[in-house]
């Protein structure tokens, strides 16, 4: 099983950035697809960006412009580059794994972004 693990949250004004960086401990020879997902207070969690196996990227629209997702394979760790931020990203952002034989979450990181 992969564990997932998650840093780089923190404070920060609007219009400012956070890297997040998620490593992967564990096999990942097996993945289809890794992505991030956030869940803001009595919010449900929702999808943000995913990169597939063949590169494939894509984003939920209100973050396209404004966020990155990439992945360096050689460290096994995902990271999602926040540009622009808004109040309205402030949320626990968690990242995912999803691979042919199964799939797991990270334990999440809180950022937050004050107007």
């Known amino acids: 099983q992969v564990q997932l693990v998650e840093s780089g949250g923190g404070l920060v004004q609007a219009g400012g950035s956070l890297r997040l960086s998620c490593a992967a401990i564990?096999?990942?020879?097996?993945?289809?697809?890794m992505a991030w997902y956030r869940q803001a207070p009595g919010k449900q969690r929702e999808f943000v960006a995913v990169?597939?196996?063949?590169?494939?990227?894509n984003y939920v629209d209100s973050v396209k412009g404004r966020f990155t997702i990439s992945i360096d394979n050689a460290k096994n760790t995902l990271y999602l580059q926040m540009d622009n931020m808004k109040p309205e990203d402030t949320a626990v952002y968690y990242c995912?794994?999803?691979?042919?034989?199964?799939?797991?979450w990270g334990q999440g990181t809180q950022v937050t972004v004050s107007s």
């Open positions: 564990g096999n990942i020879s097996s993945m289809d697809a």
């Open positions: 995912a794994y999803q691979g042919r034989l199964g799939g797991s």
């Open positions: 990169i597939t196996n063949d590169g494939l990227i």
